[in-house]
């Protein structure tokens, strides 16, 4: 079966995201937490995602979460 | 500035004689049953950008080609080989455990996606779903039914794969499409039966798309070394 | 470069539905986020109804374990399913007015990965 250039191009884009994901937040870490410096990702976001994160587990967990009482986007 | 690539068992064996990033030699530093392969820099290298992150993961392989090694995240970088030798000193427990984990196997990585009918690849709204729904409680049995579904095909579909692997992690999912997202720790000899059981799989599943990469370095199975 | 496509182990023929991967990943590898107004105000909405449709989602999973449980009057079980349904519907009219669809509400953050 013969493959189109943007066959290829789409293969090796697709094997690029799962080595992005491995390199950047896998593997062994030397030198501290390198992967902010790298993304160069804001203090903002990173906050975020660590409240967020905290969250999702607390529901994981089976913790109860605050009452949701009523529509909340008045 | 020192940029490492991987830390190795078979101490006594050379690093590879080739080149790693901007095209800097790999050397190697020994301590006790480990060797550290790396490259030197004058100055900063390792912007995440394509090919240099295809330039370590070749380092890496090569390494993993006769060797057990713990892959280093990219941008892995110490000032000296001082601090890579504390290093190693430090962690040289943990190492060692890892390596021991990992060796003679390979990570392959299985992302699953629900396709619908529609073929967009965009998952029903929820609105849709609730349009249906003629009352709150209506809503939440079908809520229910597409969580036990979801969770029954995901299970069917890890299973096989968890039984051919030493070790799996799955995340969680990204997307309303996802179904399965994970890890796969496998022995080198697995790998063939590994595939043709995501074939089968697949087959038997015209409902959602399966994507199996790899072999990779254990990079998701190294991270708390 | 020696073909990553030979990474590919399994496929299936259409790779589209893997592609909307492909969009974070730019953001991962430039790390920014766009400068220009209209877009850094259409980050912003994202972002924040990101933050709101997870704690939806998460506030849908507790109440559907709670329901699961047993032990739910009726009448209670209509006033939360009633409730989450109004909450879905208002996410998506949300996400109609400003725009945005699933995929640019799984936020990228490099490395840190989706949101949701």
């Known amino acids: ?74 | 500035m020192i940029w490492v690539y991987g830390i190795c068992d078979r101490p006594e064996l050379a690093p590879p004689r080739r080149r790693g990033l901007a095209q800097a030699p790999l050397d190697g530093l020994r301590e006790g049953e480990l060797l550290a392969v790396f490259t030197r820099h004058a100055r900063s290298v390792g912007e995440p950008a394509p090919d240099a992150l295809w330039a370590h993961e070749r380092v890496v392989e090569r390494l993993m080609a006769d060797r057990a090694v713990l892959p280093m995240r990219f941008g892995s970088t110490v000032d000296g080989e001082d601090a890579l030798r504390r290093f190693l000193l430090e962690r040289r427990q943990p190492l060692l455990a890892a390596l021991a984990r990992i060796a003679g196997r390979v990570e392959l990585g299985v992302r699953i996606l629900e396709l619908h009918a529609s073929g967009n690849g965009s998952a029903p709204a929820v609105a849709t779903i609730a349009a249906g729904a003629a009352t709150g409680r209506d809503y939440l049995i079908s809520r229910l039914r597409d969580g036990k579904r979801a969770e029954q095909l995901a299970t069917t579909l890890h299973e096989p794969l968890a039984t051919l692997a030493a070790d799996a992690r799955l995340q969680t999912a990204r997307g309303a499409d996802d179904v399965l997202r994970g890890a796969y720790l496998v022995e080198r000899g697995v790998v063939p039966r590994f595939r043709v059981t995501v074939e089968r799989l697949q087959l038997a599943h015209p409902e959602v798309a399966i994507l199996c990469t790899g072999p990779w370095p254990p990079y998701t199975f190294v991270s708390d070394a | 470069m020696d073909s990553p496509a030979d990474k590919l182990l399994a496929a299936p023929a259409d790779l589209d539905p893997f592609a909307r991967d492909l969009r974070r990943l730019d953001d991962a590898l430039s790390g920014r986020v766009s400068a220009d107004p209209e877009n850094v105000e259409r980050g912003l909405a994202a972002l924040v109804l990101t933050v709101i449709e997870l704690l939806r989602q998460l506030m849908e999973r507790q109440a559907l374990r709670r329901v699961e449980a047993g032990g739910l009057d009726d009448e209670t079980i209509e006033r939360l399913g009633s409730t989450l349904m109004a909450l879905a519907q208002r996410m998506d009219e949300l996400k109609e007015i400003f725009g945005l669809d699933d995929d640019d509400l799984n936020l990228d953050l490099g490395p840190l990965g989706r949101l949701l």
């Open chain 1, 1 to 74: 079966m013969t493959m189109t250039r943007e066959d290829i191009a789409r293969q090796r884009e697709v094997a690029l995201v799962d080595l992005v994901d491995r390199l950047l937040a896998g593997g062994v870490v030397i030198g501290g937490d390198i992967t902010l410096s790298i993304a160069d990702v804001d203090l903002v976001y990173v906050g975020l995602r660590a409240l967020i994160t905290s969250v999702a587990t607390a529901d994981e967990l089976g913790l109860s979460l605050p009452a949701a009482g009523g529509a909340p986007f008045r």
